[in-house]
């Protein structure tokens, strides 16, 4: 089955630029979609098709997909964007193709 | 407001049944797809299971195929999860998700609370 490899934790001060890695083979092939996590909260879509934002989610989410990595990049980090971070793709190469997440990324704001 | 509300949820022994459901509003819910992913106690998210906007095509991952039946009643805005012959690993936080987009690579936009399943004798 599809793996998806993502760092446990990143930390950033507030202000800075973080950037957080989703590795999965020729995951350049694959739609990326990013969820934002908050502690006893759903998840919530801040990235969809590698670099898409929806509505209300700040410019300062963006996204992109390359190769065998995508990344979720967050400009001028803030307090409030400390939260889990889950990449997601579907799988229809394996001989039981569906959905997959990555093991999820904290984001530590300093 | 578009909205998704789980209920169902609670303890069950090992062995036991359970059925969720999630309740759809503010949207048509019969044309989208949905799907039930869940995430156990300090872990990650794991996919569940897949039903079409019909209830025609259905899917099950592996963990949870031949236990676990996902329906919907687009009368009712309603998705179902009934599980069965659950395990000590079942137990999580089980979401109701809208896939949106389409097209076997959507995305899933609106998110439930989430229910607490707890499996325990």
């Known amino acids: 089955s599809y793996v998806l490899t993502q760092p446990p934790s990143v930390s950033v001060a507030p202000g800075k630029t973080a950037r957080i890695t989703c590795g999965g083979n020729?995951?350049?092939?694959?739609?990326v979609h990013w969820y934002q996590q908050k502690p006893g909260q759903a998840p919530v879509l801040v990235i969809y098709?590698?670099?898409d934002r929806p509505s209300g989610i700040p410019e300062r989410f963006s996204g992109s997909n390359s190769g065998n990595t995508a990344t979720l990049t967050i400009s001028r980090v803030e307090a409030g964007d400390e939260a889990d971070y889950y990449c997601?793709?579907?799988?229809?190469?394996?001989?039981?193709?569906?959905?997959?997440f990555g093991g999820g990324t904290k984001l530590t704001v300093l | 407001e578009v909205q998704l509300v789980e209920s169902g949820g609670g303890l069950v022994q090992p062995g036991g049944s359970l059925r969720l459901s999630c309740a759809a509003s503010?949207?048509?819910?019969?044309?989208?797809?949905m799907h039930w992913v869940r995430q156990a106690p300090g872990k990650g998210l794991e996919y569940v299971s897949a039903?079409?906007?019909?209830?025609?095509?259905?899917y099950y991952a592996n963990s949870v195929k031949g236990r676990f039946t996902i329906s919907r009643d687009n009368s009712k805005n309603t998705l179902y999860l009934q599980m069965g012959s659950l395990r000590a690993e079942d137990m999580a936080v089980y979401y109701c998700?809208?896939?949106?987009?389409?097209?076997?690579?959507?995305?899933?936009?609106?998110w439930g609370q989430g229910t607490m399943v707890t499996v325990s004798s």
């Open positions: 998700a809208r896939e949106v987009y389409g097209g076997n690579d959507g995305a899933f936009d609106i």
């Open positions: 503010g949207f048509t819910f019969s044309s989208y797809a």
């Open positions: 039903i079409s906007s019909n209830g025609g095509s259905t």
């Open positions: 020729n995951i350049g092939s694959k739609s």
């Open positions: 098709y590698d670099s």
């Open positions: 997601q793709v579907w799988d229809s190469s394996s001989d039981h193709p569906g959905v997959v």
